[in-house]
């Protein structure tokens, strides 16, 4: 089997155009502890450790840009994403555990393409805009057009997931990150879900509301964001939320949880983090 | 209940008793310090060579082919393309020349053979290979073309039981006559009580997932076999090897010095003790077997799961009147000790004149059981404490004094003999106290939908007196240095620390020039396995009698020399003197007998245990829950561990004990089990560390306490300590129901408690409410 280790990215286009059948490595999270029988039969690998281009957290214009093998512990303890994007830093917190987020790479998280990928529904409220990298240059796709369906993304061949950019969220939204999983780390979420919202002259006036593990791609729950927005900002409208969040998704039964637990679980964080937004109470 | 492997029940004349009068110790300088273990560097900087690590010079690698069914026959085997493979040394069938050995993992329980035909759980051993490397093996294994008569397969007791089901054996499913036990009248008992509760219960079958995976590494030298094993007990493994390939002992040398975690699933030989050594047998080299981690969720012992059904009755004022315990098992397919041990602590622990159990079990197609920190007591105790409690609130009585209640000085289920001594009230009245428990009881209902609880769970374990036969050498240096023969291994508990503090103990050695020898059958003495938490009562008394023994003769050559009487003379810091006169001394190294032999060595035995009195035992464990009623889900905010398992020997291994068995009980509790696809194709679900939960770091509470309750024992052995490795994993799981049942008035009986089935009750409870 061959392996590369390009040192940089135009190495590494060069090394995709002659063999575009090359399977990408990140942490290699996902990618070891699948099938053994999906390993055997790679032509070979390609690395994407050494690319100084993906491995990166730095401000472009008004976007947070993070480079797609920047593991996820790098995420968590950055002081930007801590500031600008709590939701996203703490769902770095809670991948896996320490020894995951110190391999799991935001990139694999997105090209896995996982229902239950946790950083998914966060991008998914962030807006994130996908950079992919491919032989004939760049392209830009918003995160939502990404992730196409169960495993499928996007990607074309010979590209490869370059980084995210995180546009600056409105001033004073909130965010807010939970996860529902059988223990405390290294558990596949039960359902996951992100919120960014805003409160002003006392009603609603943004929510973004995303949830994974809920259906076979992580959603955002437009039913649940049009029905709020506008609304007056009061604890009535947290049982609205919720409710209509368990209505808005398709979820499975499986070994990790029952369906009707998952929508159960959804409707009641889903609620919960309405009330804390209409009293502004951080989680 | 089998012993063989935790006990010889054999007469022991080999072993006499110790031949020193041992005071029990008044006061200790070094027993019951918390000192660090003696092996903590090798283990941390991973110098430790575990039997995982062993690496002989031309080395194969040795891999088992496993069924993938859960119930099949074999209708053909095709090796030939396995041998081709480049660095294959050997392929072993049921066909190869001296694989026709009997394989009975239980002497009660069905025979086998070595290689099945009929393969009655997934993971049954097919076929092995050696191979010059592990991935040769591998493909060696992928190479192997079996032809399997898929047999439809059963995975629960109750389903084994029903007419028509699946056999696993040609004689059916039942294991024989349900086990039996009664004194007293149940129903008189009953007729008496003014309250009477009954719930049923559901317990999960778990598994051991040691940290070390299974194996061993096997090497002939002649006729002579040497085998690193990761092992409970070397001389088990050098019993059952020497019985199997019909050597003699002294032609099986075990050497395991250190084990990566057994929980009792390393107490006896895998297949794959005897697959490594066939197959170096074959090869003419050194092979390695150790099995991968799936493999050790498949075929290495589990502890078995299955339903309870206890129903009690007490009096107004919570004295018990009856207790009516049944449960059903199973100890997969071929061991009959499904729902053995159960029923111990409803028998033993609490005061009541009658009591009744029934345990069946039945067979099933999955692995075998085997014994895990302290078979069947956790279970029981599942039902037991929270039936309890279901008492208790009926009563409207504290729970903690409904147990006060009940106690008693005698095992009722022996018989009516005593203790030599029992600490079981002052673990549940000081552990109370420490834990705040009438504080925390007293605090008013939140009524948001976070809410807290608090529960207790009590327990005594069935052995834990440890007993002969044991047998230690202490070997005293010229220079005051000592080298500790012994032949029990180091589980991970510290034994290796808490004998060298003994050896510390009697001749003033500082720990560090202490070297242990231990766990080898051919170079250290006979010592049974480390497990049924008996290993540092049975051991200590004699490491100390070897000790005394080395101490007397080194007094009685230093007496010679000053001429005074041995009765008079202290050793301390590598020197004698008088007590009576203490300008008289002499060093050690001055000894003028001692110059001449060199070394000094002590033998100790270990003494009989006392006649017509137990030795066990006993616990209370306090927890703190929090409950989001919301989503189900529990978190443990606080733990107490109150212990009566005697004298401390070392303050740092004990209270390792109580945090780990509190651990274990967690995951018992709230997140573990293992899952089979019983509908169909009976397979297990969860054969990892990633689907199969235990706890991990952040789902253990940071606070956790161990209370030791050091009470005296001065009849159970001559070092005083009682075993604590097993109760401290008996009461927690119930301990966190009990909390929840405080915490949100709903009862959940089947574990682990599922967020699930937790927010149903919650549900249903609220409807009844309404
Ligand atoms: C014990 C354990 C616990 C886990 N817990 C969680 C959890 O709690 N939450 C969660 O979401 N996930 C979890 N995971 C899954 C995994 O860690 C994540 O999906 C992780 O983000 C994958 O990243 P990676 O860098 O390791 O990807 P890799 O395994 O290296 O790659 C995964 C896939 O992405 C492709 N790929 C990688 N980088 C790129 C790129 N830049 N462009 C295009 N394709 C690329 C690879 O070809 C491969 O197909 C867990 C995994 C393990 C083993």
Known sequence: MKAFAPRSLDEAMVRLTEDPDLRLLAGCTDLMVGEPEDRLGLPGVLDLRGLSELRRIEWHDDALEIGAVTPFSQIRDSPEVQKSFPALAEAASKIGGWQIQNRASLGGNMANASPAGDSLPVLLVLEAQVVLVGPEGTRTVPYREFHLGYRQTALGPGEIIGWVRLPKPPENAMQFFRKVGAREAQAISKVVVALLADVSDGRVSEYRLAAGSVAEVPLRLTEVEKAMVGRAAKAEIANLAGHLAAQAVRPIDDVRSTAEYRRFALEQVVRRMTLQLVRRVPE | ?770
């Open chain 2, 1 to 770: 209940m089998r012993e063989a492997n935790y006990y010889s029940r054999d007469p022991v004349p080999e072993t006499p008793e110790p031949k020193q009068k041992q005071d029990p110790w008044a006061e200790t300088k070094v027993v019951g310090q918390p000192l660090p273990r003696v092996d903590a560097y090798q283990r941390l900087s991973g110098a430790a060579v575990y039997p995982s690590d062993v690496h002989l010079p031309e080395m194969l690698y040795g891999a088992i082919l496993r069924c993938p069914h859960a119930h099949a026959r074999i209708k053909s085997l095709e090796t030939t393309a396995a041998e081709q493979i480049p660095g294959v040394r050997a392929v072993l069938t049921n066909s190869s020349p001296g694989t026709d050995i009997p394989w009975q993992p239980e002497s009660d329980g069905p025979a086998s053979v070595l290689f099945d035909p009929v393969c009655r759980f997934e993971g049954e051993a097919v076929a092995a290979v050696a191979a010059t490397t592990p991935y040769q093996a591998q493909d060696a294994l992928r190479a192997m073309q079996v032809d399997y008569e898929v047999l439809p397969a059963v995975s629960t007791p109750q389903d084994a039981l029903e007419p028509g089901a699946p056999k696993v054996h040609p004689d059916g499913n039942s294991v024989g006559e349900p086990s039996t036990y009664e004194r007293g009248d149940v129903s008189a008992g009953f007729e008496a009580a003014d309250v009477v509760v009954e719930e049923t219960f559901q317990v999960p079958f778990l598994l051991h997932t040691p940290m070390e995976p299974h194996g061993c590494v096997a090497r002939w030298e002649g006729d002579k076999l040497t085998l690193w094993e990761s092992t409970q007990g070397v001389y088990n493994v050098q019993r059952q090897v020497a019985a199997a390939l019909d050597l003699p002992l002294s032609h099986v040398r075990v050497i395991g010095h250190y084990v990566g975690g057994g929980f009792g699933s390393k107490l006896a030989i895998g297949k794959y003790s005897l697959i490594a050594a066939l197959l170096a047998k074959k090869t003419a080299r050194p092979v390695k077997v150790f099995l991968s981690r799936e493999e050790t969720f498949l075929c290495v012992g589990n502890r078995p799961g299955g339903t309870m059904r206890l129903k009690a009755g007490a009096k107004r004022d919570g004295t018990l009147t009856a207790l009516d315990f049944e449960a059903l098992g199973s100890g997969g397919a071929y061991s009959p000790y499904g729902t053995g041990l159960f029923d111990w602590q409803i028998r033993d622990l609490y005061h009541c004149r009658n009591v009744r159990t029934k345990g069946r079990s039945a067979y099933i197609n999955a692995g075998e059981e085997r014994p895990m920190r302290a078979p069947g007591h956790p279970q029981g105790s599942w039902a037991l404490e929270q039936v309890l409690d279901a008492l208790a609130a009926k009563l409207e009585m504290d729970p903690l004094k409904l147990r006060l209640e009940n106690l008693t000085a005698v095992s009722q289920a022996r018989g009516d003999i005593p203790y030599t001594s029992t600490g079981f009230k002052e673990c549940l009245e000081e552990g109370a106290k420490a834990f705040g428990w009438a504080a925390a009881r007293a605090r008013p209902a939140a009524d948001g939908p976070v809410v807290r609880g608090v529960g207790v769970g009590g327990c005594t374990w069935v052995a834990g007196a440890g007993g002969p036969p044991s047998t230690a050498i202490v070997k005293y240096f010229a220079d005051g240095s000592v080298n500790l023969n012994m032949g029990a291994s180091d589980i991970g508990t510290g034994t290796k620390t808490v004998m060298a503090m003994v050896v510390a103990e009697e001749l003033g050695v500082p720990v560090e020039r202490i070297q242990i020898e231990h766990a080898d059958t051919g170079t250290t003495e006979f010592a049974t396995a480390s497990g049924g938490s008996k290993t540092v009562p049975t051991e200590s008394p004699a490491v100390r009698a070897a000790a005394l023994d080395c101490r007397e003769q080194l007094l009685a050559m230093a007496a010679q020399d000053l001429n005074i009487s041995a009765a008079e003379l202290e050793l301390e810091a590598g020197e004698v003197f008088s007590t009576r006169d203490p300008a008289k001394r002499l060093a050690v190294g001055e000894i003028s007998q001692f110059r001449q032999r060199r070394t000094v060595v002590g033998v100790g035995y270990r003494g009989p245990n006392p006649e017509d009195k137990a030795v066990c035992p006993f616990a209370a464990q306090f927890c703190e829950v929090e409950v989001n009623k919301r989503t189900g889900e529990v978190r443990v905010l606080r733990f107490l561990g109150a212990h009566d398992s005697g004298r401390v020997m070392s303050r740092l291994t004990y209270d390792n004990q109580v945090y780990g068995g509190i651990v274990m009980g967690i995951g018992f509790g709230l997140t573990e089990r293992r899952v089979l696809d019983e509908k169909q194709t009976g397979k297990m679900v969860n054969r990892n560390w990633h689907d199969y939960k235990i706890p991990t770091a952040l789902d253990v509470p940071a606070d956790m306490e161990s209370l030791p309750i050091e009470i005296q024992d001065l009849e159970c052995n001559t070092t005083g300590a009682k075993g604590l490795g097993e109760p401290v994993t008996i009461p927690t799981a119930a301990a966190i129901a009990n909390a929840v049942y405080d915490a949100t008035g709903v009862r959940v009986t089947e574990a682990p408690i599922n967020p699930t089935r937790l927010l149903d009750l919650l549900a249903a409870h609220d409807q009844r409410r309404a």
